[in-house]
Each structure stands twice: as C-alpha cells, then as structure tokens.
C-alpha cells in the first residue's frame, strides 16, 4: 500500500489529459481577466464561514456583499468597479493567517476585512501590517487590536471588550445588586471581558462571587451553574458567546435559575436569540447595533436590502459590521481620491460615517489614537417573542454613544507607530 | 455545603454520563464488530437532530422522538452500503479518514440545509423545569433522558442476549471469520449491526437538541467524550462502555466543585491514566485492537 501512497504512477493518457488540462487553462485566464475590462478594486475578507462562528461570519460577508453591490452602482471606488474576494478562515490562526498572505500576495487585494474571531484578527493584523494593506477588523473583540497591540493600518468597528462592559455595568449594579458571579469563556475575549467587568464592579462597590471558567465549545453548563447557584449570587454574568451563549442559556432557563438570579450580560446577538426558544429569551444585555429604530434615518431602508437577500430574515450586528467596513474603505477612498494605504489611514482618522452608513443615532467616527470606532451600545432586555415581528427579539432601552463606553486613548494602551 | 455540592455534582455528573452512554455504545457496536471508528458519529447525531426539528411540526416532539431515529439509521444504512463496506477488511485508518471527511461533509451539509443559524427546539412544557427548588439542575427534560437512556440500553443488552441477531453480532465481535465460515451473511451483518449503531447516534441526536442548542457543529463537542469513555471503559466490551460513560460524566461533575477550569481536561487525563496503567481498559478484553 506504501508504495502506492509514496510513489504514484501515472499513466500516458493521464499525463496526457493532465497536459491539456494545463494548457486550457494557460489560454482561458487571460480570457476571463479580458472579460471584466479595467481592473476593478479588490477587496479582501477573511471570515470563518465554517465552525461555530459560521452564522456571524456568514452575516458579516452579507452585509460587506450588500455594500459592495450600492458601492458599485454608484460608480465604484475611484471610478473602478470593486470587487469583494471572500476567504474562510475556518476559525483557525494558521488558516487565517495563510488565506490572508494569499488574498495580498497572489490576488492583490487592496483592502482587508475580517475576522469575527479576535486570534485570527489580530494575527491577520500582524501580516497587513508587514504588507502596508489597509485593514478594518469587523467582529474581534478583544482589546488589544486597537489597544496595545494597535496598528496604523489596523482600524475595528466592532466593540472592544471594556466598550461592552462599560455600557451596562452601571445598569446592573443599580438595578440588580452587587453580589455578580460570571460565567466566563476560557480564552483570550472572555478573559478581558471579564477584567473589564470586574474593574467596573470594584470602582461601583459591589463585589464577585465567584468566576467558572469553561472552555470553548462546552455543552452542559450543568456543573457551573450548580457552583453558581451554590455561591447565591444578585447577578449571574454569562460572558459566553457564540452556541455556549445558546447552550447556557437554555440550560440556567431549564433550571429556573433565572427565576431566582437576575440573568444578564454583555455583548448578546440576534444570532443566538433567534436560535433560542422563546422561553429562554431573556435577561439584560447589550446589543451592538440593532435593526428596529424608528425615525433613524436610513435603517429602513437597509433592513428591507438585507431582508431580499437573506430569506426575508432582518440583519443583525453582524450584517451591519461587514456593510460599514467595506463602506469605511469605499467613502475614505473616494473622499482622498487614492488607494494608497497610509495617506488613505491618516484620513480615517477622526472620520465620521455618514447617516446611510453610521445608522443609528448618535455620532459614529474612527477614533484618532487608537483607529476604535466610537460606536454605541444598544443596552436593552431579550424579549420573548416580538409585537410587530417575530425577529423583535429585543428591547432597547438605551443607546449610549461610543465615546462613552471607551476609555480614554490614554488608557487603552494604543501607541501607534506609522511607517517611516 | 460542601459535601452538598459534590453530592450534587456526582448525581449531575451521571445524567451527563447517561447522555455519552448513548453516544458511545453506537460508536463502540460498530467499533467492535466492524473495526471502523466512526468520526462520523458526531454528524449522525447532528442529522437526528435536525431531522427531529424538521418533523416536529407535523407530528410533535413525541413523535420525532420515535421517527427521527430510524430515519437517521436508513441514512446510516446507506453510507455504509456505499461507502464504507469497500473499506471492511483494509486498515482500520482507511474508515477513519473515511469517516473523519465524512463528519466534515455532514457538517457542512446541515449547514447547506437548514443554514450556519442555530434553530430553537422547544420540548413540551411540563419537561422543561426543574422537578424541586433544590434540586433545580434535576430537569423533567434531564430525567426523561435518563429513563430514555435506561431504556435504550435495556434494550439493546437483550436484543444482543437474545435475539439471532445480537447473538450473531456478539459471536462477529469475538470471532469474525470463522461466524464467516458458518455461512452468516457477514455483509449483512455488519450493515444491521451499523444501523443499530446510528439509531442510538439519531436517538442522541433528538435527545440532544432539545437541551441544548440546535447546530451544525454541535456533535464535534459530544463525540469526543463519547470516545473516552470507550477508551476508559475497554474496548469490545459493551458494559465497559455504559461504566466508561457514567464514569467520565461523574469525574468532569467533581472536577467542576474544585477546580472548574479543567471539568473538561480531567477527561483525557483520564484517559491517560488509563491507557498508561492498564491500555486495555477497564473492562475491556486484551488484544482487541491488535
């Protein structure tokens, strides 16, 4: 069998075929390059369209599509059309990392979008940096992409970690209690998740009773939540995401132990509350965008778009983080009339998303400093079944702009170095 | 309350372990008599369940429960009809990059579907809480798949005890060629005995979904265990595998009181010790595997 494996023997009529296999292929690139007429603007995304992140990242190709497709039809980017190229990443650092090289090296993409998962993210960082590629992380959360591992050419639009911890501490320790106990996810975004959390907690005055660790990918929360229970807690945090967020949810409903613990969190996604029963819709969160805001201007419109391309179904933050990255790169490069990376960073700085971009009330804009857009946190409840539609799955109460929730530049760490 | 807790977390610890019981013993049939590891396993319990989810609306929770099993076990049947008997007789690690592919292609399939976003499964109401204030982690969901399990494993000891069937899958277990030579349809057997094994994956499958969530990866993180407590519990030794499952689900509970970081590594350590000290197993028979 060995030898088979280590020395394949091929035979004339394969090698033939394979021949002229190579040889069509020599004639029909350059056709199909011909075909497209001028060389469009790529832009590359690299998200794990398989594995557990597979709905977000799914949702965030939606939504860079959708802006790819209106980028177009008003006259592209610098009088070029753009194209989107999609890679998955398979929710690995290695994969990521190559597919990333690959979308520079070979395709020779202009810009870089991606990834929901915070490793890969600041992995890819690393090798747009060493390229001079334009980058917008759209679904990592973890601080140091834009803290103190932050790039000149690394800008995020989605929440870092103590964005989302800030914007519903103060709810919960005045409404709740003082006594939280978490239900933490064992890796990099959960532990900074949890020390933003726990800062805000001492500064208040209130005090945790306890952390459980679990690893990614749990399924039976069953042995947590009796420690948890057992530690009587106000407030039971759960800081899992993703099918743990699913998984413990439905598991601290089944028990009844919202019945008797005020459950809540921080970052909660449409993703997860649609996977839930109804049931087990419930406690306090924050949502990072969300698709029902009556009277903010152009929502509508973009709910309707996405709805006639995702099965009728709403976006969700997700949606909204791939459709603002790609537009980030389109506005800022029709705006300087370039492609060149660091001119076209230095002009994102400070930047302010227009109204059919920024979508939601308050001001939205890439920070100087730290390349964090201040974007606002939607702190409301998970509702069980919704009035109007039955994808109104929440409530919100609040929506606190980003430059409240962020900590100062100062204290993120960020010191950004711009190429010589 | 300490000596509560790890009460609590040792009687928690056997109604996970009940859960991998169910996992493990289709893995461990079809391990045994046919020598393939089926990596696949964890897909066939992902199929029964979407199965389950797609039925639940036409004829009820009670009747997916009886339906969606066997319908998983006829897509069983026919994988193996088709791709896995070519690889009957070859090197174990053929099936199992066979079946390792296959979990890929199942995975991706479901998400071809019914889409990458989880769906909500909802069990009947009077399941769904807690039978006492106290013991609130005990579920009317969570004992129903206890008595589920103890069925299903009831059943599968007599059908192997007394049926022409299970005694001709025992005898294959022990002794394939010469159950050969005494003019047995070995191809048939295996493809039943296969069958059987992923009616218990699809059973899990529907069980599953109704305490956790519904998706396209949720069977990679059940298979693993499923393994160790075949691993624990000695290979070709089906009661070794029902002990091997109790036992992991027990251990992980206890870890959680003390040490909750490694609830999940303390299975493999586990399986460490055991392999180190004894490779067979607990229970399990030496040389199977050789």
Redesign the interface.
Same mark, same amino acid.
């Given at each position: !069998?060995t030898s088979l494996i280590f020395n394949p023997r091929f035979d004339r009529r394969k090698l033939l075929k394979g021949a002229a296999a190579l040889g069509a292929l020599q004639v029909a690139s350059p056709f199909i390059i011909q075909a497209r007429g001028e060389t469009p603007i790529k832009i590359g995304m690299v998200d794990p369209l398989?594995?557990?992140y597979? &709905?977000p990242?799914?949702n965030e190709v939606m939504g860079a599509k959708l802006a790819i497709e209106q980028i177009n039809a008003k006259g592209g980017m610098l009088g070029r059309q753009v194209e989107l190229l999609v890679e998955d990443s398979a929710n690995d650092v290695g994969t990521g990392v190559q597919k990333a090289r690959k979308l520079i090296e070979r395709d020779q993409v202009n810009f870089i979008i991606g990834d929901v998962n915070s490793g890969i993210a600041a992995a890819i960082a690393q090798v747009t940096a060493e390229k001079r590629i334009l980058h917008i992380v759209s679904g990592g959360h973890t601080d140091s992409i834009t803290g103190k591992d932050c790039k000149w050419n690394v800008f995020r639009v989605c929440n870092t970690t103590r964005m989302e911890a800030n914007s519903v501490s103060n709810v919960l320790f005045t409404k709740y209690g003082k006594k939280w106990h978490f239900i933490t996810p064992?890796y990099a975004f959960g532990h900074t998740l949890y020390d933003a959390c726990t800062d805000d907690l001492k500064k208040l005055g209130g005090t945790v009773t306890g952390n459980? =660790?679990?690893?990614l990918? +749990?399924?039976?929360f069953? &042995?947590? =939540?009796?420690?948890a229970? &057992?530690a009587n807690p106000d407030v039971l945090i759960l800081l899992v995401q993703g099918?743990d967020m699913? /998984?413990c949810l439905?598991?601290v409903?089944?028990?009844?132990?919202n019945k008797q613990i005020h459950v809540a969190g921080t970052q909660q996604e449409l993703?997860?509350l649609?996977? =839930?029963?109804?049931?087990a819709r419930v406690g306090v969160w924050m949502f990072e965008w969300y698709w029902k805001q009556p009277g903010v201007p152009g929502v509508e419109k973009f709910v309707a778009d996405i709805r006639k391309v995702n099965?009728g179904n709403v976006p969700t933050a997700r949606h909204w983080f791939g459709y603002t990255s790609a537009m980030s790169f389109a506005l800022v490069a029709n705006k300087e009339k370039t492609t060149d990376a660091v001119k076209l960073a230095a002009a994102l700085e400070d930047f302010e998303l227009p109204d059919d971009v920024k979508l939601q009330p308050n001001k939205v804009y890439y920070r100087k400093g730290d390349h964090q857009l201040m974007t606002s946190a939607f702190v409301g409840e998970a509702q069980s079944k919704g009035k109007d539609d039955p994808e109104d799955l929440y409530r919100v109460d609040e929506v606190v702009p980003g430059d409240k929730t962020a900590p100062a530049v100062s204290e993120t760490g960020c010191t950004i170095q711009w190429p010589a | !309350?300490m000596t509560?807790?790890l009460l609590? /977390?040792v009687t /928690?610890?056997l109604?996970?372990g009940a859960f991998y019981v169910l996992m493990a013993l289709g893995l461990s049939l079809i391990l045994n008599l046919s020598n393939v590891i089926n990596f696949a396993h964890g897909g066939f319990l992902v199929i029964g369940g979407y199965i389950a989810y797609t039925i639940t609306p036409y004829i009820g929770f009670w009747g997916a429960l009886l339906l969606a099993p066997p319908l998983t076990a006829i897509i069983g049947l026919a994988v193996e009809r088709v791709l896995i008997r070519p690889l009957y007789g070859r090197?174990p690690l053929y099936s199992l990059l066979l079946t390792f592919g296959l979990a890929f292609m199942i995975?991706?399939g479901t998400?071809f579907i019914w889409?990458?976003?989880?769906?909500?499964?909802?069990?009947p109401a009077f399941l $769904?809480?807690?039978l006492s204030?106290d013991l609130?982690?005990i +579920?009317g969901?969570?004992l129903f798949m206890v008595v589920v399990v103890m069925i299903a494993v009831a059943l599968l000891f007599l059908l192997l005890r007394y049926t022409r069937l299970g005694v001709r899958i025992r005898a294959g277990t022990l002794d394939l060629e010469t159950v050969a030579a005494l003019g047995i349809n070995v191809g048939m057997l295996r493809s039943l005995n296969f069958a059987v094994g992923i009616f218990l994956a699809g059973l899990s499958g529907v069980l $599953?979904a109704g305490?956790?969530?519904?998706?396209?990866? !949720?069977g +990679?993180?059940?298979l693993m265990p499923s393994f160790i407590a075949i691993i624990v519990g000695g290979i070709g030794s089906l009661p070794g595998t029902l002990i091997g499952g109790l036992l992991i689900g027990v251990a992980?509970?206890v870890t959680?009181?003390f040490f909750? $970081?490694a609830?999940? $590594?303390v299975i493999y350590v586990m399986m460490a010790v055991i392999l180190l000290t004894r490779p067979r197993g607990l229970f399990g028979e030496e040389g199977m595997m050789s």
């Open positions: !069998m398989t594995g557990v597979a &709905a990242a799914g064992d459980e =660790l679990t690893p990918g +749990t399924t039976d069953s &042995a947590y =939540l009796i420690k229970r &057992a099918s699913i /998984n439905k598991q409903v089944q028990f009844g132990l993703e997860s649609a996977a =839930l029963p109804p049931e099965n | !309350m509560q807790l609590f /977390n /928690n610890g109604i996970i090197d995975e991706d998400r889409g990458p976003q989880g769906k909500p499964v909802t069990i $769904a809480q807690p204030n609130f982690f +579920t969901y969570r $599953a305490q956790l969530g519904l998706e396209p990866t !949720m +990679t993180g059940l992980s509970g959680a009181v909750p $970081a609830s999940e $590594a």
